[in-house]
């Protein structure tokens, strides 16, 4: 299976995908207040919507980055999730904002959040996620904030790749060729 640019079609515009990232960037000024974060952006996928978030939150805030992988090429999850980096500073009494850009298992978010709590405990750990594809979820995570719920679809762009591909897109699409 091969996608291809030209057969792409838009799923959420620029714009679509920019008015959701305003609502959930009020919603958690209102929540955090001026309560200190540590925004984890979940490499690399989520590198385009953490950086389009966090500008607009208005807490003292720091980014940390963090590289998993559970996708080897293709469309279809590995279902094993390894950590490619996961050096994390000290979160002991820390608010904790994880950045994903999609949980679709949620085997990602799950070995995520066990990481984080075996390892530290946190005042508060939110897990946000841009897109919610909750018909292939196996465990039984629900992100605290997300933007979009969808089907079953493979979908590329603002982060999301195909082999390593369409991160660099403005929208998200996707094609009617994979599955
Ligand atoms: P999970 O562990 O199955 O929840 O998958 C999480 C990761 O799989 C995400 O961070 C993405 O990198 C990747 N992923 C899942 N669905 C898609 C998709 O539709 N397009 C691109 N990447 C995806």
Redesign the pocket.
């Known amino acids: 299976m091969e996608i291809k640019g030209e057969e792409l079609k838009v799923l959420f515009t620029e714009e679509q995908i920019q008015n959701k990232i305003s609502e959930l960037a009020e919603e958690m000024n209102e929540f955090y207040k001026n309560e200190e974060v540590i925004a984890v952006c979940?490499l690399k996928?989520?590198v385009m919507f953490a950086v389009d978030l966090v500008k607009s939150l208005k807490m003292p805030l720091k980014m940390e980055f963090i590289r998993?992988s559970?996708?080897g090429s293709g469309?279809v999850?590995t279902g094993k999730?390894h950590a490619v980096d996961i050096s994390l500073p000290d979160l002991n009494g820390k608010n904790v904002l994880i950045i994903?850009?999609?949980?679709?298992?949620?085997?990602?978010?799950k070995f995520l959040l066990d990481f984080i709590n075996n390892n530290f405990k946190t005042k508060s750990t939110k897990f946000c996620s841009l897109l919610d594809?909750k018909v292939?979820r196996v465990t039984d995570i629900e992100p605290d904030y997300y933007g979009f719920h969808i089907d079953d679809?493979?979908?590329?762009g603002y982060g999301?790749?195909?082999d390593g591909y369409f991160r660099n897109l403005r929208y998200i699409g996707y094609s009617d060729k994979a599955i």
């Open positions: 979940v996928g989520a998993l559970s996708y469309t999850s999730v994903e850009d999609i949980v679709d298992t949620g085997l990602t978010a594809k292939s679809k493979f979908v590329v999301l790749d195909y």
